[in-house]
Every structure is written in structure tokens, then in C-alpha cells.
């Protein structure tokens, strides 16, 4: 997987409701969703919460600054997105303006 800046992240973020979808190709084996994940949150400056696993997901907590976010990636649903995670600052809009500041 190449790296990933935020640049990358800005211009793939679309805002959707209350969630904010990537499109990025999805991660196609752990090992690169691990890895995809460790790119984000570096990309990010942010740090990770343990990622939770189910059969057909994954998610994560991100805590960034003052931004607490939640990192899906969903197989069956062929989608990548970010919500707020609850905390001072908890909604979506305050989540896109701060990406968007990044």
C-alpha cells in the first residue's frame, strides 16, 4: 500500500449525512486493513483505540487533537467512512471542518 497524506484524505472525503465517506479501495486482507489503518492515523497525526473485528468489519476509534472520531470500514457495505465518536466536539460538522483544516 503507498502511503497516504492528508492531502489524499481531504480530496477523497465526501460528506454524507452524519458520516464522512472515503473513497478509497477497500483493504482486501487484514494485514493491509491494519495497515491501511496505521497509514490513516498517521496521515492524521492522530492516534488509534484497538480496532474492534467482526466477520464483515472493522472498527476503530481515532482520537486526534480534539476530534474524537470512529473509522468504519464495512466489506458488505463496499464502504470506508468516519463519524464522531461522542466528546466535547461531536458532530459531523465539526468532524468535516476540522479535516477540511487539516
Same mark, same amino acid.
Request: glycine letters at 4%; a negative charge; charged letters at 20%.
Given at each position: 500500500?503507498?502511503?497516504? !497524506?492528508?492531502?489524499?484524505?481531504?480530496?477523497? @472525503? *465526501?460528506?454524507?449525512?452524519? =458520516?464522512?465517506?472515503? !473513497? $478509497?479501495? +477497500?483493504?482486501?486482507?487484514?494485514?493491509? =486493513?491494519?495497515? $491501511?489503518? =496505521?497509514?490513516?492515523?498517521?496521515?492524521?497525526?492522530?492516534?488509534?483505540?484497538?480496532?474492534?473485528?467482526?466477520? !464483515? *468489519?472493522?472498527?476503530?476509534?481515532?482520537? @486526534?487533537?480534539?476530534?474524537?472520531?470512529?473509522?468504519?470500514?464495512?466489506? +458488505?457495505?463496499?464502504?470506508?467512512?468516519?463519524?464522531?465518536?461522542?466528546?466535547?466536539?461531536? =458532530? @459531523? !460538522? $465539526?468532524?468535516?471542518?476540522? +479535516?477540511? @483544516?487539516?
Amino acid at each position: 500500500m503507498q502511503q497516504l !497524506d492528508v492531502n489524499q484524505i481531504r480530496q477523497s @472525503a *465526501r460528506r454524507v449525512d452524519e =458520516t464522512i465517506v472515503l !473513497d $478509497f479501495p +477497500l483493504p482486501q486482507t487484514p494485514g493491509r =486493513t491494519s495497515q $491501511f489503518i =496505521t497509514l490513516l492515523v498517521s496521515a492524521l497525526g492522530a492516534e488509534a483505540q484497538e480496532p474492534e473485528w467482526g466477520a !464483515d *468489519r472493522v472498527q476503530v476509534v481515532i482520537i @486526534a487533537e480534539e476530534v474524537r472520531m470512529l473509522l468504519c470500514i464495512e466489506w +458488505l457495505c463496499d464502504s470506508i467512512w468516519l463519524e464522531s465518536a461522542g466528546g466535547i466536539n461531536n =458532530t @459531523a !460538522d $465539526f468532524l468535516w471542518q476540522w +479535516l477540511q @483544516a487539516k
